[in-house]
């Protein structure tokens, strides 16, 4: 399958502080990045779906000011955390949905995940 | 309502016993179904797509029942590395939106 990493896999700060994460696809032009949150024991959550050179769609609930996405590049996608919290601890993961070619449609490719740990 | 609704379990079985998970869905015309399979502190990575005819692939097979709007997924002679959670996933009609279930942990006992 298609190649998507993450960096950093995983990072821990003081609160207050902004994070910014980076969702790249490898070997692949990807139109479509999703980020999503998972805590301990639970499911996947979507965050926001990014398409690329134009505004994220947040979920309900997700503060688009919190969570700053950027989709500059078919590449390449950013997550920032603004102000993060000890609430915000998570594990972060992005996906992305190929342009054409290899898989199904709807097949998503899952970076390795950031773990992050806000103290 | 949820989305997805999925058994946490965890199924814990013997090694070679078959075992099935479902998973239900709330929109009627949600278009494509998947299970992953998420190994511990790990991203999910796909297992296998579930078409309304059915398929299968080695120990595996997945069942979409869009009457009852349900999925399931099966697995034959199970092996202890097949422990891991099972995630089902439901993609809306427009494409963009995945709804994963909340997982069914799966462990396979020696």
């Known amino acids: 399958g298609a190649v998507v990493s993450q960096h950093p896999s995983r990072v821990i700060c003081k609160s207050g502080t902004s994070v910014k994460i980076e969702c790249r696809s490898l070997?692949?032009?990807?139109?479509?990045m999703f980020w999503y949150r998972q805590f301990p024991k639970q499911s996947l959550m979507l965050m926001a779906t990014?398409?690329?050179?134009?505004?994220?769609?947040?979920e309900q609930g997700v503060e688009k000011d919190k969570f700053l996405i950027n989709h500059a590049s078919l590449t390449l996608s950013t997550l920032t955390v603004t102000s993060a919290h000890p609430e915000d601890s998570s594990f972060y993961i992005c996906?992305?949905?190929?342009?054409?070619?290899?898989?199904?449609?709807?097949?998503?490719?899952f970076g390795p995940g950031t773990r992050l740990t806000v103290l | 309502r949820k989305e997805v609704e999925q058994d946490p379990g965890p199924f814990n079985v013997p090694e070679g016993a078959t075992v099935a998970f479902n998973c239900t869905y709330s929109?009627?015309?949600?278009?494509?179904f998947f299970w992953y399979r998420q190994d511990c502190r790990k991203e999910p990575k796909l297992l296998m797509s579930?078409?309304?005819s059915g398929n299968e692939d080695g120990r595996f097979t997945a069942q979409l029942n869009r009457a009852s709007q349900y999925i399931s997924l099966l697995i034959r002679d199970s092996k202890l590395s097949d422990s891991a959670t099972y995630l089902c996933?439901?993609?809306?009609?427009?494409?963009?939106?995945?709804?994963f279930g909340t997982g069914t942990s799966l462990t396979v006992i020696p």
């Open positions: 996906s992305a949905r190929e342009h054409r070619g290899r898989g199904s449609y709807n097949e998503q490719f």
């Open positions: 070997d692949f032009q990807a139109t479509t």
């Open positions: 990014s398409n690329e050179g134009s505004k994220a769609t947040y």
């Open positions: 929109n009627s015309a949600s278009q494509s």
């Open positions: 579930v078409y309304s």
């Open positions: 996933v439901v993609v809306t009609n427009t494409g963009n939106q995945f709804y």
